[in-house]
């Protein structure tokens, strides 16, 4: 069952280079359970380009994340924040609230998601999945099968995962490191490039 229920872009049947990207995150935190509903996620993506929104830590993830991507290394604007976001769907992939930033899901928790996750991936038929973090990736469902692996300037080669859609289409998978602190967005813009243009 999905509790927390994903960002869709406007543009996002349009997506990055053709591609319909869904990105994925692990968990919300929530101080309480009751601050917790089904909304939460789109709320938090909007507020990401809201230019009477307030300035907290947090939202510096998701800009970083979104650098990656298109290459805009300097400082993003509020309206291609918004181009951005609107591009593509993100989705958390934990359906129960997590009661802090550096506390990680149970085993338990990550099992319990799959399910919702699936439908997710039913409904929405992404080309490609960029998932927020290794824990995350190694987490997701063991259905389908492994990719070709991209590799990073450096030479550092990352796992790839298939799953299939139904009607002959499948979608890609790449976890990256969770965009926080110590995250390169010069570094995965390749890595992604690279991932993107192998999807095709």
Not at 52 to 69: C, L, Q, R
Not at 94 to 113: C, D, M, N
Not at 143 to 151: I, L, M, R, S, T
């Amino acid at each position: 069952m999905i509790k927390f229920e994903p960002w869709i872009g406007d543009n996002y049947n349009e997506g990055i280079d053709g591609k319909k990207v869904l990105v994925l995150g692990e968990s919300h935190y929530c101080a309480s359970l009751s601050d917790a509903h089904p909304s939460m996620t789109k709320e938090v993506i909007r507020d990401l380009f809201d230019p009477d929104s307030e300035f907290e830590n947090y939202k510096n993830t998701y800009t970083k994340f979104a650098k990656s991507i298109t290459g805009n290394f300097g400082k993003m604007s509020v309206e291609e924040k918004a181009t951005f976001w609107h591009s593509v769907a993100f989705y958390n992939y934990v359906q129960e609230p997590i009661s802090g930033p550096r506390v990680a899901p149970t085993e338990a928790q990550f099992k319990l998601s799959e399910q919702a996750f699936r439908e997710v991936l039913a409904t929405l038929r992404p080309d490609v999945v960029i998932a927020w973090g290794h824990r995350l990736y190694n987490h997701l469902p063991g259905d389908g099968h492994q990719g070709a692996e991209v590799h990073g300037c450096d030479g550092t080669a990352f796992e790839t995962w298939v799953y299939p859609l139904g009607g002959g289409k499948t979608c890609k998978v790449l976890g990256i490191d969770h965009p926080s602190v110590g995250f390169s967005p010069e570094y995965w813009y390749e890595v992604i490039t690279n991932f993107l243009v192998m999807s095709r």
